[in-house]
């Protein structure tokens, strides 16, 4: 189990991980921990942050959350297994689809071939290859095959 900072322990009894009473604590200020019941802080003599009573129960919330926080790491492991083939065949479909839309240019591509004065048909080929939904259909499919290699990651 890891140790916990002080300053981690007085954000498991203080308002939360926002508190600004840590920016600018000082020991005259006494035990930084937030009781509920009342509506204040401890302010109880300390040593440190926290007052001994509120550092056994910061112990305590800092145990279950390491728990919890083990639990959550489990279930995410277990899930992305569950799904890593799911995604790497999905990440081909989406690839597939990309490069029918827009097929990759060959190495020995010559621009000056089809560059200048063509053909209307040709001119007509190319409006039509640049149409709205074409490229709507294109941002979505890169959107989705950004986010697919984010969650494979180094398995691919």
């Known amino acids: 189990m890891t140790t916990p900072t002080p300053e981690q322990l007085a954000e498991m009894v203080g308002l939360g991980t926002l508190d600004p009473i840590l920016n600018h604590w000082t020991s005259a200020l006494g035990c930084v921990a937030w009781v509920e019941k009342s509506d204040r802080r401890c302010g109880r003599d300390a040593p440190g942050y926290l007052c001994g009573r509120h550092e056994t129960v910061a112990r305590r919330r800092w145990e279950k959350h390491v728990e919890r926080e083990a639990v959550k790491r489990e279930k995410r492991t277990a899930d992305r297994a569950r799904n890593l083939p799911g ?27 089809i560059g200048g004065q063509v053909h209307p048909s040709i001119t007509k080929q190319r409006r039509a290859f640049m149409s709205d939904t074409r490229i709507q259909k294109m941002a979505a499919l890169t959107r989705r095959h950004e986010q697919l290699t984010r969650m494979i990651g180094a398995d691919t």
């Not at 690839?95 to 240019?105: G, H, S, T």
């Open 87 to 113: 995604w790497k065949a999905e990440l081909a479909r989406v690839e597939a689809e990309i490069n029918r839309l827009d097929p990759p240019r060959p190495a020995d591509y010559d621009r000056a071939a």
